[in-house]
């Protein structure tokens, strides 16, 4: 009975649920940090990035032929007229030409990049999570660091994607032809074109994907931890497609630069952007600079959802690590 009448008691006082307003909305707590060490950031990036790149090789292979003017057997802009000639020419293997360069290059440069962009992130940052132009700054860092990794192998790549089997038998015999006919700076004759492109693409890139990733977790904060991934694939897609585009001429740019000389391709007295402009301009005028768009497009979106989940998803594994490693001790 004595139960019974504090029940009672309890289920008639005067604390009751206080109605929220409409407009109320949970607050989302965002660690500024990830709290990880820096070899774990590298690794996760590394991860990232090597499943990104193979994942999107094919797409890469027909963007690079359709930017590389007079290169075989390539005439048109059309992806469909692009990837139909590949296939003629050299059949399914065509579409992954280069792609032991790539491998050989992603690791490395992804390591660089992730983990050079958490750590200025951390730095620019000030604590404020949702600092825009924190995010902007350390993502032109990154790129700049990653890019000087990565540039000599992208150059190998893309020669590899457009030559034929008589031009390089692989990774090492371009590698070894290069230097010997062009010399070591030909690896880095497109480096300042590629640091252009990338900055403010990255710029772009993180700064969307992190106002994304904060909206989108906003919407249902109930719900964040069932749909992490879908939450960092969308953002990463909108976010990667959008600075593609913005970036397309310069990366036309970059791909006639590294390409230079082979297979028709022209070759340039400097590594001057605006003398490569220029010869665009003559043979294709305008619409030349934005050769590759929709494959670049179709590239970035999905590669940027593959990057942005897998690179999340290894934070979070090794967040899982930590935090056993610290209840055990």
């Not at 109605?19 to 950031?41: C, K, N, R, Y």
């Not at 193979?54 to 007229?81: E, N």
């Not at 390089?168 to 590629?194: I, Q, W």
């Not at 969308?234 to 740019?253: E, H, N």
């Amino acid at each position: 009975m004595a139960t019974e009448a504090t029940t009672t008691n309890f289920q008639n006082s005067d604390f009751r649920p206080v109605p929220q307003p409409p407009d109320f909305h949970p607050e989302v707590i965002v660690s500024p940090h990830d709290a990880l060490h820096f070899w774990q950031f590298m690794i996760a990036g590394s991860v990232a990035g090597c499943v990104e790149h193979m994942a999107m090789f094919p797409v890469d292979t027909v963007k690079t032929h359709m930017q590389a003017l007079g290169s075989c057997p390539i005439k048109s802009v059309g992806v469909r007229h692009a990837l139909r000639s590949i296939l003629k020419s050299e059949g399914l293997p065509g579409l992954y030409r280069g792609i032991g360069a790539m491998g050989l290059g992603a690791g490395p440069a992804h390591a660089v990049y992730f983990s050079v962009y958490e750590v200025c992130k951390k730095y620019f940052s000030g604590e404020n999570p949702n600092n825009s132009a924190a995010h902007a700054v350390s993502g032109v860092c990154a790129t700049v660091a990653s890019d000087a990794v990565f540039t000599p192998m992208d150059t190998v790549k893309q020669r590899l994607q457009l030559g034929n089997s008589a031009a390089y038998r692989g990774v090492f015999d371009c590698v070894k032809k290069v230097l010997k006919e062009e010399g070591f700076g030909a690896f880095y004759a497109s480096y300042r074109t590629t640091v252009l492109m990338n900055a403010p693409y990255t710029a772009v890139h993180f700064t969307t994907y992190e106002a994304l990733k904060r909206g989108l977790i906003e919407i249902s904060p109930e719900s964040v931890s069932d749909e992490r991934v879908i939450v960092h694939a969308t953002a990463g897609a909108l976010a990667g497609a959008s600075a593609a585009v913005i970036t397309t001429p310069l990366d036309v740019v970059k791909t006639q630069l590294q390409c230079q000389g082979v297979c028709g391709c022209d070759r340039f007295k400097s590594s001057s952007i605006g003398d490569v402009v220029k010869t665009i301009m003559r043979k294709d005028g305008y619409k030349g600079l934005m050769r590759g768009w929709i494959p670049r497009t179709l590239f970035h979106a999905p590669a940027a959802a593959i990057c942005w989940s897998t690179y999340e998803a290894a934070k979070a594994f090794f967040q899982e690590i930590n935090a056993s490693s610290e209840s055990g001790t």
